[in-house]
């Protein structure tokens, strides 16, 4: 696999709708900048329709979700789908509380979005209807490692299978699948977790890459998660010996914001399982 | 012209009331305190007149504007204007929602702003009553060049002096009048279209400003219109090889942090129609 | 004293839920994680309880307080309390207007927070029942000073002893009390003012080492106080020629990720009275 997602990303500049947390919505924002698409949010439900409907795709995100921004999550996703726009649902937290998994469920069920990201805790929590989520950071025993990749991998193949969309997990390993084929990737760096947000960063990527690059949704996603990664492994380079989280946080996007196919397809990593 | 308001703002440092959207919120904050003056955001119903009755200036940003905070802003911004503080109206998106041209409209006509700032799509939607805004962004029909410029500058001129506020329109060439005089500002750098907000910041300042600078408000609107520009030229100037936009919208906030009069005065590109 | 907090807030990392303002709260996520602890923020009333249920403390900052949010933080208050989970209250603008200093008393009359901290206009209008609050800031008149120090503790002693509370006031000279003992604590630099957030970045770290090391609370308040103002110290030290308070922004936090024990031990200022 060589990386055409970015170049198409860029080419198009597809405006993405985001309702998403505000504790890492200005980084969604400029992540979205960086990669050559264009940002727009809006969360009240009196526009959310309208909205969508300007944009190429739509990235829903629960980390903040409050009982305003759900029924504009529900009806800027239907309308989305109903215009065959891709709809990526991040579901922040599920697990943690009734209300986000109740959330969550509901999307996938009125929304039926184009691809589900989130921790292994989360997805777990979606995949089998109920979940042990400690917090928005996924539990150290759900976490996917080489010894149970195969499992995981089955879990997840059997819940993009029945939701008709497309599974990615990010963590250690990353693990993407639509229910056929199924890859592993293994870039990133474990310091991206002390960074507010890299996850929701992701979804927001993932749906300007889905908007931009509709032929093979399963490589548009694959190649984005890569992309992710080695901006962490390519920011981290870039540290100095007093930088920190809030540094690197910044590095990340100017990585992405550089980010050339050559160094993409020399650090990718990716295994078909 | 040379710069005076500067040195007027970090003399006066105006407490400026913001209600603003939540994506570009904290460099909003952070910008405020750069110029020297100093910020709060406070948008419920029950506390918006209070708290702006203790401040210096008022900015409306309808970013993310919602069922809540519309009312917050009418109510401040009539308050604000009743205690004869200025009124920025920055009318983000503004034509890609009947919700956000709607509420535009009602600002414009209940509050009767002292100053609109926005992009050539937005106050083309205001003053022509509709619009054609795709996103938060400018069309690229719609962009002020050399070729339109005096029709451009037309157009702004007569809304001006019907809405009986400054009119400030930012963009490659940023077009500022009241109806009277017009002033074309050649300073900024496209990229700072790659940083979510630097218009949101903008507006935020030029409350600042004309809190700071009330005997001549057409000059201090046009010098903080340079003065951002210069930003993001010095800023732009100490980017570094592996630097995106994260790191430039740190060093914009940084150079007005660091502004001095020289620089702006040297930078300075601004030309009367 | 030796700083022994840091190393247990990394030990425990734990998890503190905060209702936080929108204008900071990326800040306070990063702070929270580059100390090594955890962020979950969570503000729907339907969620609170439970939110808070899986964390071991709590941060309650009102600086964007609104309807919706002012039961959540009740709710979830009262609940952290009952679990015997540590609650920190951080009545930003509390006198600024009659909803933050009804709302800030009503959180000290129902919840009875385990710490209060603010600057000295906010905690004088808490502990005297009303105030004089310009903004967000302290009011220059209400400065504690050397001068002044003796009646500044008085005052606060008495309002800890009172509300059965530690409290902890931040500004040129920082004042901690649990109505029994007294410390003063030199560390810090005045441009961190100029930075918004690094009052509700403490607010939040001090809510993770009240959970992290129960043992001594004031010890624990103290010695984080004591942190905070050394990472604005050393990041200060940073600082190159074309910085301003964006770059010292990341830098606080890279600090704070960075630190060690013997840095804090080194520059520790602090004096009992």
Tied chains: 1, 2, 3.
Excluded at 24 to 53: H, W
Excluded at 173 to 198: H, K, P, S
């Amino acid at each position: 696999m060589t990386s055409a997602t970015l170049a198409q990303i860029r080419a198009a500049s597809p405006l993405i709708h985001c309702i998403t947390n505000y504790v890492t919505v200005n980084d969604v924002a400029n992540v979205l900048l960086a990669i050559g698409a264009r940002p727009i949010m809006a969360d009240d439900p009196e526009e959310v329709e309208e909205i969508t409907a300007l944009c190429a795709g739509l990235c829903l995100n629960i980390g903040t979700l409050n009982a305003r921004t759900i029924p504009s999550m529900i009806a800027a996703g239907k309308r989305a789908r109903a215009l065959g726009h891709p709809v990526v649902l991040d579901p922040v937290g599920a697990g943690a509380s009734r209300l986000r998994t109740a959330t969550a469920l509901r999307i996938l069920d009125e929304v039926r979005p184009t691809l589900i990201r989130g921790n292994i805790s989360e997805v777990r929590t979606l995949a089998v209807g109920t979940g042990t989520t400690k917090g928005v950071d996924a539990n150290a025993a759900d976490a996917v490692t080489e010894e149970n990749l195969a499992a995981a991998a089955d879990l997840l193949h059997a819940f993009a299978a029945r939701a008709e969309a497309i599974v990615a997990v990010t963590g250690a390993i990353d693990l993407v699948t639509d229910g056929r084929d199924c890859y592993a990737i293994r870039n990133g760096r474990a310091e991206m977790g002390q960074v507010t947000g890299t996850g929701c960063q992701l979804s927001a990527l993932l749906a300007a890459a889905l908007a931009a690059a509709p032929a093979d949704p399963l490589a548009a996603v694959s190649e984005t998660v890569v992309l992710m990664g080695v901006a962490g492994e390519i920011a981290w380079a870039q540290m100095g010996e007093h930088d920190g989280n809030a540094t690197y946080r910044t590095r990340i996007i100017d990585a992405i914001y550089r980010m050339n196919a050559e160094d993409l397809n020399a650090r990718m990593n990716i295994t078909k399982l």
